[in-house]
């Protein structure tokens, strides 16, 4: 798996991909390789660890937070390139 041989050594904070049919696949297994949960369907990131993700078919927007090391995101809206952003 490309994406776990590239983030195993723990540089990165924050994985985000796009919602295509090859991250839905790619990224549950990638979170469960680093031991932390996946966030689907965000669209909005207020903090490092806040972010926000439609509910009840887009009716609510609920804002949460992921106490994880390691936050494994797929987004609605961003670029078809997954993006790794590195620990500042």
Do not use: W
Not at 35 to 40: D, E, P, T
Not at 78 to 88: A, E, G, H
């Amino acid at each position: 798996m490309a994406y776990y041989s590239i983030t195993k050594n723990g540089a990165y904070s924050h994985i985000f991909a796009n919602s295509s049919s090859q991250n839905k696949s790619v990224l549950p297994r990638l979170s469960a390789l680093h031991g932390c949960q996946m966030a689907s369907e965000v669209v909005d990131v207020l903090s490092p660890d806040t972010f926000k993700r439609p509910m009840y078919a887009g009716n609510v927007i609920a804002t949460f937070q992921m106490k994880d090391s390691i936050k494994v995101s797929k987004a609605n809206r961003i670029s078809d390139k997954c993006v790794i952003s590195r620990v500042l």
